[in-house]
């Protein structure tokens, strides 16, 4: 939606943030010079009817409003099966957003559609709330009874909770556990983390992905001049402000990744502009004069526009030109942080600002978490059975249990602890289960409770199993992401194990296809609409990506050492290097390419890393560079 607020605005500190703000103002960044860069652009009409607005973007699925039939509706287009859905029918539906299968919107109240049951919900109590945004299993909004303040739903525990009291409280947005709003008057940005509010400066309209904040901000040196409006950033995980536009027309952003999507109307009309934070570049997405409302997702970036005298959804493919060269030798460790001292850490795994890893130190095999926000660590489990391969998404940290000296070692199954409600519970129904991988409501393993590897699927929300693969082959190592499980295959005992790839089923048509064109490769993981994976197709361990927007495969590494454990978020794909025949095997560390940017670069500072998970501009992994195996992280 495009709502501005154009004022003279300050910074205001709160006495018990006094030196934070402080610290804030002097770490601001002075106003980004951007680069004269043009990319390749695809644009899309999605809409027709001439009475769109309103877009937003998750994945392959737009949604916005339309009031092609006299009153307002939420509509759904998705990009993988180009078909449109009506969601709403009542005339009187307003104001969407959409993470996953679940899309919120205002009528007389907050609403919820989960795309993959078909049902619709009715979220808050209250006739005055408006603006919803979504986020996992929370939604937020702002509600005018009694003043204007911010309240949220957690679907997992089906509770609302008053977030905000000031009464001034308006437009929020959510990323992870953080909530951001702006202050009625134009004055103030606010952030709450569910545990700690910050005050962080002067705006109207704020949105968050990440840790980054991006808002509309008019503060000026001389308070008599013409109101302006320029898109700052603050950076939670570095505490610094970037000014992005200097413009003073810039206005409504959003974020996603590495990239920032405003409307500015520095020529006189409106048009769509995106900042790439990696590359220190702007580009210009339109040229009708008439764009406004931008969303992002990844390489899309939708908006609406009256170019025809009618009001529609249209949308743009990026594609970055004059990229930089490669980098191999970028080892500057200054980001890099040691988490462990135990000597005994593996198999780190992280989501926003929570890592987990297994951990011997007690000689037995245990889940450990630690918060970089709280800087506390939490010992998740204590039995004396060994508790390995954790995964976590959101407040929910899963593992598998391999069982103990007493019962000889045999697995239990897949188990899951709460964060949030300190709970723990079985999630496999039998034993035998291994490699469990989360993404919100949904867990995925392996099984071999009959005599065979399978892929299974536990749904928290339904508390029902699903068997994902029948085949007499042995499917392992399975990830998710939204409605897509993805595996590799590992033959069967008629073709002597030999691996025959990747596959992806699709829960949403229960459609299963291949992945890597060849047999020989191994270990994927997923992110949107891009999987990785490492093959020894050519008889050298390389890491490979599929796009399936594009049904196109591309080669990452090429050298002659052995690359292999590829994970991905969003634009950055990391992986172990393991070395090469000419140098005996020794791993030279953690290295990231840049999908975006055509960048690579050494993470690690030191050889003898391993194990990489990566979230965001954050990278995790295992190193034995001091004869033992700690946890580091670096932020990049």
Known sequence: MNIVKKMNTFYRANLLLIAFVLFLVACTASAVTAESVSPTITETQITTSGSASDPHIYGDRIVWQDDRNGNSDIYMYDLSTKRETQ????????FPDIYGDRVVWQGDRIYMYDISTEKETQISTSGSAHYPAIYEDKIVWGDYSGGSD?????????????????????????????????????TEIYIYDLDTMLDIGAGGYARIYGDKLVWDDGRQDNPDADPISNIHMYDLSTEK??????????????????????????????????????????AQITTSGSAVAPAIYGDRIVWEESRNGNNDIYMATITWTEEPPVDDNNTDDSNETQVTISGSAYN?????????????????????????????????????????????????????DDGGEDDGWVNHGIFMYDISTNKKMRISPTELAYDPAIYGNRIVYSS????????????????????????????????????????????????????HGIFMH????SKKMRISPTELAYEPA????????????????????????TSRETQITSSPD???????????????????????????????????TNQKMKISPAELAYQPAIYDNRIVYASTRNGESDIYIRTI
């Open 87 to 94: 969601i709403t029918t009542n005339g009187s539906a307003h």
């Open 150 to 186: 911010i309240y949220m739903y957690d679907l997992s525990t089906e509770k609302e909770t008053k977030i905000s009291t000031s009464g001034f409280a308006e437009m929020p947005d959510i990323y992870g556990n953080k909530i951001v709003w702006g202050d009625a008057s134009g």
């Open 241 to 282: 402000e970037t000014q992005i536009t200097t413009s003073g027309s810039a206005s409504s952003p959003e974020s996603h990744g590495d990239r920032i999507v405003y409307t500015d109307a520095r020529n006189g009309d409106d048009n769509i502009y995106v900042y790439d934070l990696a590359a220190r570049r702007e």
């Open 348 to 400: 780190p795994a992280i989501y926003g600002d929570r890592l987990v890893w297994e951990d011997y130190r007690s000689g037995n095999a245990d889940i450990y978490m630690y918060d970089r926000t709280t800087e506390k660590e939490t010992q998740i489990t204590s039995s004396p059975d060994a508790q390995t391969h954790p995964a976590i998404y959101g407040n929910r940290v899963v593992w598998q």
């Open 448 to 499: 071999t409770r009959n005599g065979n590897t399978d892929v299974y699927m536990y749904d928290l929300s339904t508390s029902k199993e699903a068997q994902i693969t029948s085949s007499p082959d042995a499917q392992t190592n399975p990830v998710i992401y939204e409605n897509r499980v993805v595996w590799q295959d590992d033959g069967g005992e008629d073709d002597g194990y030999i691996n």
């Open 506 to 509: 699709d829960i949403s048509t």
């Open 526 to 549: 997923i992110y949107g609409n891009r999987i990785v994976y490492s093959s020894t197709r050519d008889g050298n361990t390389d890491v490979y990506i599929y796009d399936l927007s």
């Open 562 to 596: 052995k690359q292999a454990a590829p994970a991905i978020y969003e634009n950055r794909i990391v992986w172990q290097d393991d070395g090469g025949e000419d140098d005996g095997w020794v791993n030279h560390g953690i290295f990231m390419y840049d999908i975006s």
